[in-house]
């Protein structure tokens, strides 16, 4: 009799594992979406002990009809339903992440531009980082990138636990970040305990390795322009920060071409000494009249003689010097601060930062018919800013008819409708001439806050950054 007992105890038991079995294989497999190996180890064990258990059940005499059957019923209904509910919340709790950032910086925040730029992911891209320990917060930053898309992968490798994994990306050293998307590869960055996974380079990268096309930038040379890469006064850095962001930049001596190359996404006069011919003025004239897109940087005591071109557009340079005697005093007062920007998607994300402009001059404009003029960046009222007429004089002080009082425009977008086409150009824009001798001079706006975010429109932005802390050299052809 006792022996009898012991089995029917032994069959409870196996009862309970079997719904235990079967629940833990379902979430197992939900979980990791993935219903082989130790998913099926469970599930497989899982059904067959229930079913020989309702095999053995059934052969007993009535026994669907005894009470303690119908309470077990429910016992195991009850169970069966707990562990579902249980496995759902895993499985939605595993899948699907809510995460929200309490800084008052948004320091684990993407920036708008990569969000936007991860979330069109047509195709799988994966990140590979070649590095025997994990960082912690470069983890955290691919897993935000990771959450915007699924076509978004990263996997961190030991290249000396697979050699033969590093020998196909070509790693020298520890630490190398490479992107993947179809067949092309492309190296990131080499992160170190010093140096951390940056989303800026990332986005860049990510950027180049899906865009179908790389745009071109036309520099105008032959009037004493400032050289692309060589020589003194080269706008070196300007040219890297537009090779990062997938642009290729290019010279264009219009002198030896009548028009400017159809496959430009926006051509750069930067800091011309000399005047431009006439056939290249009309060259440029046409381009903007096709749609093109132009970024004007003018000195002061410089005429490119582009007037004819700018009377069409409303704009006169004024040919005075901007200065700010209320700025900052180791910059000098030749060196206006701006902290107020137009409403325009060149200014859009400055928010309430700095940026300043060596050598500046003023700008006029006036109305013109199907011409939308925009101020972008405008100096602190007068008597804090004017235009400086006496240029040679050591003191500065304001003549009352020959300078003119601030607040002074030292950059303006403009966009002209073509036909029934909606076809902008900033053009022309015009601000002073980035001097590339160093970081404060190399561009027209090195902003010293800490989250201007310049605007990714191409049509409207030469360079379209997708970094939230942009480096000052990209400003150069995102402002006037």
């Known amino acids: 009799m006792n022996t009898i007992i012991a089995k029917k105890k032994l069959w409870k038991y196996l009862f309970l594992l079997g719904p235990f079995l079967l629940a833990a294989g379902l979430t197992i497999g939900l979980v990791t979406e993935k219903w082989n190996g130790i998913a099926l180890a469970f599930i497989i064990p899982g059904i067959i002990v229930v079913g020989f258990w309702l095999i053995w059940q059934n052969q007993q005499s009535n026994w669907w009809g005894r009470r303690s059957t119908q309470a077990g019923t429910n016992a195991l209904v009850g169970t069966l339903a707990m562990l579902v509910i249980v496995g759902l919340i895993n499985f939605l709790g595993t899948r699907y992440h809510l995460r929200t950032d309490l800084t008052e910086t948004r320091l684990f925040t993407l920036a ?70 179809q067949n092309r590869k492309q190296l990131v960055q080499v992160v170190s305990e010093s140096d951390r996974l940056s989303e800026v380079k990332l986005t860049n990268r990510l950027q180049q390795i899906t865009s179908l096309s790389q745009p071109k930038v036309y520099f105008v040379q032959g009037h004493g322009e400032h050289l692309l890469s060589q020589g003194d006064g080269a706008m070196s850095q300007a040219v890297q920060a537009l090779g990062d962001k997938n ?17 430009a996404a926006v051509v750069v006069i930067a800091g011309s000494r000399r005047a431009l011919f006439e056939s290249e003025v009309t060259a440029l004239q ?95 009222p007068y008597p804090k800013s004017w235009a400086e007429s006496d240029q040679k004089s050591e003191k500065l002080v304001f003549h009352p008819g020959r300078d003119l009082k601030g607040p002074l425009t030292l950059g303006v977008a403009l966009t002209k409708k073509l036909g029934n086409t909606n076809t902008s150009n900033p053009t022309p824009t015009t601000s002073p001439t980035p001097q590339p001798t160093n970081k404060a001079s190399t561009n027209p706006t090195p902003t010293t806050s800490p989250t201007p975010q310049p605007t990714t429109k191409a049509s409207t932005n030469p360079t379209p950054t997708t970094s939230p802390t942009p480096q000052p050299t990209t400003k150069a052809s995102t402002n006037p």
């Open 286 to 380: 046409n381009y903007l009249n096709k749609g093109g897109n132009l970024l004007l940087m003018t000195d002061p005591n410089s005429d490119p003689k582009l007037d004819n071109l700018l009377v069409s557009w409303g704009v006169k340079l004024d040919n005075r010097l901007a200065v700010d005697v209320a700025g900052i005093e180791a910059l000098g007062p030749a060196v206006p601060i701006v902290t107020e920007y137009g409403k325009h998607p060149i200014t859009k994300d400055f928010r309430n930062g700095i940026s300043f402009y060596p050598l500046a001059r003023a700008i006029e404009t006036t109305p013109v018919s199907g011409v939308e003029a925009t101020p972008l960046l405008l100096t602190k």
């Open 247 to 263: 642009y290729i930049a290019s010279p264009l001596n219009l002198a030896e071409k009548s028009t400017v190359p159809e496959d």
């Open 112 to 181: 708008p531009q990569s969000r936007e730029l991860v979330r069109s992911l047509k195709q799988p891209v994966k990140v590979w980082v070649f590095q025997g320990a994990q960082n912690s917060l470069d983890r955290e930053l691919l897993e935000n990138y990771q959450q915007q898309n699924p076509n978004f992968k990263f996997e961190y490798v030991d290249p000396q636990a697979k050699p033969g994994l590093a020998e196909k990306f070509g790693v020298k050293n520890q630490g190398e970040v490479y992107l993947e998307s």
